[in-house]
């Protein structure tokens, strides 16, 4: 009898495991239920290409339309998913359709966080989460707008970064203390952000947003105290939280995300889950770890396939992510703020420089500024719990590959 594998999430994280089952032989029905009605698309483009008017939204897509039809993937786009019958194991869709399973991958990945503010709900008032987002926000942006920005994080600073560059004038408005302060340690941080403001990136920290105001437009953002900002254009970029109601209305376990194994296995036998929803092992982090990063997506949309067809290999895979704030890259590789000692390589002034954690003398982290390769090769020195030299790290005249060499020699002994 032919069996049927559901994948609820039109993400990165599902077009890979699509991709995977029939790869790795699965010759049953597949279907991809997504809630948008594009065909699944890369996200980390929309804050910048997509912006800048150098992708339209067909660039963005994983595969194109043919390969879904090719691999005899049906594709349900526009369509949520409600729960799931874990009993009967059936898929309820919102539209009052129900799918029979075999087997259901959960890749429901997050929702932005809406702040509970006066003025949401006024023309100009944006989110930028999906294709649509960032080409109506492109549309809003004209040289010399005034675009604000409620949210310091990674996406914000990359839209801000890329607002610039299309002539508007940008106000990043930081509940906290620093920009970047949740997922760059401080000093780098503060590195950046002192950058972006230089390059004319007007960056407001312990913002206290009180309202935006206008009339049917967004006009301005009004702060506690009274000061205002002028406003043409609002993104509201303050986070995401893991889209977990399939799971909840479906009594599968949830804890910051839907909790799995490292098989990406959920509480209930025959329910997966993967990508920026899942909370999952992680050798690295000595505990549990939930990653809104795009290759943790992509490879554990992989990882999810391969064990819902019976190649059951523990997902162990390191940390990584990168960031493009107009020609400016961060690459960040294993994990922050678990480390003991500190080395940094190259200067913070030059804009091109490493830093490198270690924990009691082991290599747990790096962080790059326009050194793509530094960190690359950090990489497999983290992975391989590696214990180099902190002086033949810091010293810009030494090539990293040699470190390698040294410590893979020297464990060999």
């Known amino acids: 009898m032919t069996e049927t594998y559901v994948v609820v999430g039109a993400s990165l994280a599902g077009a890979r495991a699509v991709e995977a089952l029939r790869s790795e032989g699965f010759d049953g029905r597949i279907i991809l239920v997504g809630a948008e009605y594009h065909l699944p698309y890369d996200r980390p483009p929309l804050s910048k290409e997509v912006i800048l008017g150098s992708k339209e939204p067909g660039d963005t897509f994983i595969h194109k339309s043919d390969f879904y039809s090719r691999n005899d993937i049906e594709l349900l786009l526009g369509v949520r998913a409600r729960r799931i019958d874990t009993h009967g194991r059936r898929v309820e869709l919102h539209d009052g359709v129900s799918i029979q399973a075999d087997k259901v991958l959960l890749c429901t990945g997050t929702t932005p966080r809406r702040p509970e503010l006066p003025g949401m709900d006024l023309d100009g008032v944006r989110f930028l989460r999906t294709v649509d987002d960032a080409v109506a926000i492109r549309d809003q942006m004209r040289a010399g707008a005034s675009v604000v920005i409620l949210g310091g994080g990674l996406i914000g600073i990359e839209l801000a970064a890329s607002a610039l560059g299309l002539g508007n004038r940008v106000t990043v408005l930081e509940r906290g203390d620093a920009v970047l302060s949740r997922v760059l340690p401080e000093r780098i941080a503060r590195c ?82 993967a990508g920026d929803v899942a909370n999952s092992p992680c050798s690295h982090a000595a505990g549990r770890i939930r990653l809104e990063h795009w290759q943790n997506a992509q490879n554990q949309g992989i990882a999810a396939a391969r064990s819902m067809v019976g190649k059951r290999v523990p997902y162990r895979d390191l940390p990584w992510f990168w960031s493009d704030q107009g020609k400016t890259n961060v690459q960040v590789a294993g994990r922050l703020h678990h480390e003991d000692h500190v080395v940094w390589r190259g200067t913070p002034e030059s804009m091109e420089f490493t830093v490198f954690h270690l924990r009691e003398g082991v290599l747990v982290g790096a962080v790059g500024v326009n050194r793509r390769r530094d960190v690359r090769m950090a990489m497999s020195l983290i992975d391989r719990r590696a214990r180099p030299e902190p002086s033949m790290l810091s010293d810009p005249a030494v090539d990293l590959r040699s470190i390698e060499d040294i410590t893979t020699s020297a464990g060999q002994q």
């Open 192 to 273: 950046l952000a002192h950058f972006h403001a230089e390059q004319g990136v007007r960056m407001v920290t312990n913002a206290q947003v009180a309202a935006i105001e206008g009339d049917n437009r967004v006009r301005r953002v009004t702060m506690t105290d009274g000061t205002t900002v002028e406003a043409d254009l609002v993104v509201v970029g303050i986070g995401v939280a893991p889209a977990v109601d399939v799971a909840v209305n479906s009594g599968i376990d949830v804890d910051n995300g839907i909790v799995v194994n490292e098989f990406c296995e959920t509480s209930v036998p025959g329910v997966y889950a």
